[in-house]
């Protein structure tokens, strides 16, 4: 007898989908910061509570809170709790048939995943969750109260038996959370499977979500910002922030672009156009274009991809490590994006998957390793073929177009890079003068041996007309690499005669090397002297006819800004206007009168133009200039000390503005009774911070809550000065705080922060 049966799913099946197949928290975390991303939210807070050991007894929980679109009660029944559905599909298969960029434009942003069950990251993270979720054009809170233990009972329960309990109300502001929900979604995840979420797994989290999104492949215009909230951290993120050490815990995620940290070093940019007709190189050493070219595509199943490869030389390391606070090889390695979004394992510390490390033990000198590269992969677009595997953590399912994206990245990308740096091409040596057809000559030839037959008329060249000489001084950079390698020969020498040989030919070697060095180290020498003018004399020239102009034109300036202010004073005054109206006229009065007292102090020592309101110069050299030579002039009783005065910051910025910076915080030392001031800088994050510290008496209790109000004094002063400076700072992006008294490493007394951008 024949009939038709069906299928039963079993409640093991939450976990197969849920704690078994997502075998990582950080994993876990991602896949639900995605799933906000889908969501069209523009920012998602990522909040840890009670994690410490001293407050588990509390009861730890991780949040995941969004301002996404939010869900209907229609949404949660027919979309959350529809195991495997998914909309990103829908829409992902949309990408076939529509045109790639309007498709993204009707709906704002592609999408990151397309399985429908990236929620059940929820079950690995804990055994607990509770969903709040509102749309803005509803009044409804809704929430789900979902406990995963109940789908491990018993197996033999068919999953879609097992209820979740859903509620609703009308409030906006969820009580138990003290959170105001517009919009958007919040996971509360509590009864965690794994509590120890310690310092050094809450960075590895952060780094994780660093690389979640390639900006460069999203677009500026798509908004999106990730927060980490542990607020367990906040005093030993302040403390390592004090001793050096850039990573924090709390804050906002950066996205890191590689090429936007300013590091110059040798890169090769990749792309197959959209139609996988053509393929588009492009070689750049130190911001210098050095050729590009334009080839048919011979990969028949590869399109619409781009690479950006880096090579990293010590130099590079190091100035990335001093901007991230990490070194490149905790960092990762090349990444795979698709559509903006990471896929994992790829790129991170330890994964080989181009083989990279594997490759350069069989040819140690010639080959370039994970350590040496970073950069990214880009696959845009409708793209089948790179699925990623449903465990999250292995990449892409392996299929004939995955070997081809290998293929194509080894030879098209990193052989090439590896031949414009590693490899000792022939070159021509000579002084002799070159003719431009025999500079042409010879510059494609150069070109030939890293691309591979540059007259086929398939190809089409364009190069650099300096190649030849860039290419030299690339050569001469390798040297101390050349030293290493014939020093590694001497251990397979047959007898002490052929030691002995190579012995003479590495000191002679050497020798030539360190006549270069030194060369080199005085041209440097007087490159940065050149750099670093002085922006003081250390005397005052003579009041000449300049130094009048200069101060008499500022003076003019500022007479008239005072008359108008004065002006609106009067027009207050007769309108009946009150004394909250007033008091910022005045204040205003007050701030043009210390620019000419400051002004009339420095004129006659600057050595910039300073009837120009802006300069483009170093400001930490400037900062330092004007306490040394103006300030510790002006008060010979009071010493100041430096760190990190040796960082470069050159930035636009307004030389009168920081003077009076400068002025009142030193104003309030001395009134604190200070005789020592200790000034620190930091680069981070493209902003200077300065730590200004004394030993005076500090500042007590109750008035480190007061003191940036205008009128707020402990003195006989007009207790506008903080005022004055943090609504200068504000002005332009910056800020200041009071971090503290005797703050370890800085004076005993008061120390603040002052953010410059």
Same mark, same amino acid.
């Given at each position: 007898?024949?009939?038709?049966?069906?299928?039963?799913?079993?409640?093991g099946?939450?976990?197969?989908?849920?704690?078994?197949?997502?075998?990582?928290?950080?994993?876990?975390?991602?896949?639900?910061?995605?799933?906000?991303?889908?969501?069209?939210?523009?920012?998602?807070?990522?909040?840890?509570?009670?994690?410490?050991?001293?407050?588990?007894?509390?009861?730890?929980?991780?949040?995941?809170i969004?301002?996404?679109?939010?869900?209907?009660?229609?949404?949660?029944?027919?979309?959350?709790?529809?195991?495997?559905?998914?909309?990103?599909?829908?829409?992902?298969?949309?990408?076939e048939?529509?045109?790639?960029?309007?498709?993204?434009?009707?709906?704002?942003?592609?999408?990151?995943?397309?399985?429908?069950?990236?929620?059940?990251?929820?079950?690995?993270?804990?055994?607990?969750?509770?969903?709040?979720?509102?749309?803005?054009?509803?009044?409804?809170?809704?929430?789900l109260?979902?406990?995963?233990?109940?789908?491990?009972?018993?197996?033999?329960?068919?999953?879609?038996?097992?209820?979740?309990?859903?509620?609703?109300?009308?409030?906006?502001?969820?009580?138990?959370l003290?959170?105001?929900?517009?919009?958007?979604?919040?996971?509360?995840?509590?009864?965690?499977?794994?509590?120890?979420?310690?310092?050094?797994?809450?960075?590895?989290?952060?780094?994780?979500?660093?690389?979640?999104?390639?900006?460069?492949?999203?677009?500026?215009?798509?908004?999106?910002?990730?927060?980490?909230?542990?607020?367990?951290?906040?005093?030993?993120?302040?403390?390592?922030?004090?001793?050096?050490?850039?990573?924090?815990?709390?804050?906002?995620?950066?996205?890191?672009?590689?090429?936007?940290?300013?590091?110059?070093?040798?890169?090769?940019?990749?792309?197959?156009?959209?139609?996988?007709?053509?393929?588009?190189?492009?070689?750049?050493?130190?911001?210098?274009?050095?050729?590009?070219?334009?080839?048919?595509?011979?990969?028949?199943?590869?399109?619409?991809?781009?690479?950006?490869?880096?090579?990293?030389?010590?130099?590079?390391k190091?100035?990335?490590?001093?901007?991230?606070?990490?070194?490149?090889?905790?960092?990762?390695?090349?990444?795979?994006?698709?559509?903006?979004?990471?896929?994992?394992?790829?790129?991170?510390?330890?994964?080989?998957w181009?083989?990279?490390?594997?490759?350069?033990?069989?040819?140690?000198?010639?080959?370039?390793?994970?350590?040496?590269?970073?950069?990214?992969?880009e696959?845009?677009?409708?793209?089948?073929?790179?699925?990623?595997?449903?465990?999250?953590?292995?990449?892409?399912?392996?299929?004939?177009?995955?070997?081809?994206?290998?293929d194509?990245?080894?030879?098209?990308?990193?052989r090439?890079?590896?031949?414009?740096?590693?490899?000792?091409?022939?070159?021509?040596?000579?002084? =002799?003068? !070159?003719?431009?057809? +025999? @500079?042409? #000559? /010879?510059?494609?030839?150069?070109?030939? *041996?890293?691309?591979?037959?540059? &007259?086929?008329?398939?190809?089409?060249?364009?190069f650099?007309?300096?190649?030849?000489?860039?290419?030299k001084?690339?050569?001469?950079?390798?040297i101390?690499?050349?030293?290493?390698?014939?020093?590694?020969?001497?251990?397979?020498?047959?007898?002490?005669?052929?030691?002995?040989?190579?012995?003479?030919?590495?000191k =002679?070697? !050497?020798?030539?090397? +360190? @006549?270069l #060095? /030194?060369?080199?180290?005085?041209?440097? *020498?007087?490159?940065?002297?050149? &750099?670093?003018?002085?922006l003081?004399?250390?005397?005052?020239?003579?009041?000449?006819?300049?130094?009048?102009?200069?101060?008499?034109?500022?003076?003019?300036?500022?007479?008239?800004?005072?008359?108008?202010?004065?002006?609106?004073?009067?027009?207050?005054?007769?309108?009946?206007?009150?004394?909250?109206?007033?008091?910022?006229?005045?204040?205003?009065?007050?701030?043009?009168?210390?620019?000419?007292?400051?002004?009339?102090?420095?004129?006659?020592?600057?050595?910039?133009?300073?009837?120009?309101?802006?300069?483009?110069?170093?400001?930490?050299?400037?900062?330092?200039?004007?306490?040394?030579?103006?300030?510790?002039?002006?008060?010979?009783?009071?010493?100041?000390?430096?760190?990190?005065?040796?960082?470069?910051?050159?930035k636009?910025?307004?030389?009168?503005?920081?003077?009076?910076?400068?002025?009142?915080?030193?104003?309030?030392?001395?009134?604190?009774?200070?005789?020592?001031?200790?000034?620190?800088?930091?680069?981070?994050?493209?902003?200077?911070?300065?730590?200004?510290?004394?030993?005076?008496?500090?500042?007590?209790?109750?008035?480190?809550n007061?003191?940036?109000?205008?009128?707020?004094?402990?003195?006989?002063?007009?207790?506008?000065?903080?005022?004055?400076?943090k609504?200068?700072?504000?002005?332009?992006?910056?800020?200041?705080k009071?971090?503290?008294?005797?703050?370890?490493?800085?004076?005993?007394?008061?120390?603040?922060?002052?953010?410059?951008?």
């Amino acid at each position: 007898m024949a009939e038709e049966l069906d299928f039963k799913i079993s409640s093991g099946l939450k976990n197969i989908i849920g704690k078994e197949l997502i075998t990582d928290d950080l994993i876990a975390i991602f896949e639900l910061v995605k799933n906000s991303y889908d969501a069209s939210a523009k920012s998602v807070k990522i909040v840890f509570q009670n994690i410490k050991e001293e407050n588990k007894s509390k009861g730890a929980k991780i949040l995941i809170i969004d301002d996404g679109d939010g869900m209907s009660h229609d949404d949660l029944k027919n979309k959350w709790l529809f195991v495997g559905y998914s909309e990103k599909r829908d829409f992902e298969k949309g990408l076939e048939t529509n045109d790639f960029r309007d498709k993204i434009g009707e709906r704002r942003r592609i999408v990151a995943g397309a399985k429908g069950i990236g929620r059940f990251s929820c079950d690995r993270l804990g055994k607990i969750l509770k969903l709040y979720t509102k749309k803005e054009n509803e009044n409804i809170i809704h929430q789900l109260y979902m406990d995963w233990n109940k789908f491990e009972e018993d197996p033999k329960t068919e999953f879609q038996t097992i209820k979740v309990n859903y509620e609703s109300n009308n409030q906006t502001e969820i009580k138990e959370l003290n959170i105001k929900l517009l919009k958007g979604t919040i996971l509360e995840i509590s009864s965690l499977r794994n509590d120890n979420w310690d310092r050094e797994k809450l960075l590895k989290l952060k780094r994780y979500m660093q690389r979640l999104i390639n900006p460069s492949q999203v677009g500026e215009n798509h908004e999106f910002e990730i927060f980490l909230d542990a607020k367990e951290y906040t005093e030993e993120d302040e403390k390592h922030r004090l001793e050096g050490d850039f990573e924090v815990i709390n804050g906002v995620v950066k996205n890191i672009v590689f090429e936007r940290l300013g590091i110059k070093t040798t890169h090769i940019n990749c792309k197959i156009d959209e139609n996988g007709k053509k393929i588009y190189t492009e070689l750049i050493d130190k911001g210098k274009p050095i050729f590009n070219l334009e080839e048919k595509n011979e990969y028949i199943d590869l399109k619409n991809i781009s690479i950006k490869l880096f090579f990293l030389n010590q130099e590079a390391k190091y100035t990335f490590t001093k901007v991230m606070g990490l070194q490149p090889v905790n960092y990762g390695s090349i990444f795979l994006y698709k559509n903006g979004f990471r896929i994992h394992p790829y790129g991170d510390f330890g994964d080989d998957w181009l083989g990279l490390d594997r490759r350069k033990t069989q040819g140690y000198q010639r080959f370039m390793g994970n350590r040496e590269l970073m950069g990214r992969i880009e696959i845009n677009g409708y793209q089948p073929d790179f699925k990623e595997v449903s465990s999250r953590d292995s990449g892409v399912i392996k299929t004939q177009s995955y070997e081809q994206l290998l293929d194509f990245f080894a030879e098209k990308v990193l052989r090439r890079l590896e031949k414009y740096v590693v490899e000792g091409l022939d070159w021509d040596p000579g002084n =002799s003068v !070159k003719t431009p057809e +025999k @500079i042409e #000559e /010879d510059s494609l030839a150069l070109i030939d *041996k890293i691309v591979g037959q540059v &007259k086929d008329p398939k190809k089409k060249v364009n190069f650099n007309p300096d190649l030849l000489d860039i290419f030299k001084k690339k050569q001469v950079e390798k040297i101390p690499e050349l030293i290493k390698n014939v020093e590694s020969l001497k251990k397979y020498a047959p007898s002490s005669k052929e030691k002995e040989y190579i012995d003479t030919q590495l000191k =002679s070697f !050497k020798k030539a090397t +360190k @006549i270069l #060095e /030194d060369e080199k180290k005085e041209k440097e *020498k007087e490159l940065d002297a050149t &750099k670093k003018t002085t922006l003081f004399l250390s005397k005052a020239v003579s009041a000449d006819k300049d130094v009048l102009i200069n101060l008499n034109h500022s003076i003019k300036i500022t007479t008239f800004a005072i008359d108008k202010i004065i002006d609106k004073i009067n027009q207050k005054i007769k309108e009946g206007g009150n004394l909250t109206e007033i008091l910022p006229l005045i204040d205003e009065i007050n701030l043009e009168n210390q620019k000419i007292r400051i002004l009339s102090s420095y004129v006659s020592f600057a050595s910039f133009d300073t009837k120009v309101e802006t300069i483009k110069r170093d400001m930490v050299l400037f900062i330092k200039e004007y306490l040394d030579k103006i300030i510790s002039v002006r008060d010979k009783s009071l010493k100041i000390r430096f760190l990190n005065e040796n960082i470069v910051f050159d930035k636009k910025f307004k030389p009168l503005e920081i003077s009076i910076i400068l002025d009142n915080l030193i104003d309030n030392s001395r009134k604190a009774g200070a005789s020592s001031l200790f000034v620190k800088f930091e680069s981070l994050n493209n902003n200077l911070h300065l730590f200004i510290s004394d030993n005076g008496e500090g500042v007590d209790d109750e008035a480190k809550n007061y003191i940036f109000n205008r009128g707020y004094t402990t003195t006989d002063g007009s207790g506008i000065g903080l005022y004055h400076v943090k609504k200068i700072l504000e002005s332009s992006g910056g800020d200041i705080k009071f971090i503290g008294n005797n703050i370890k490493g800085l004076e005993k007394g008061a120390c603040f922060e002052v953010v410059l951008k």
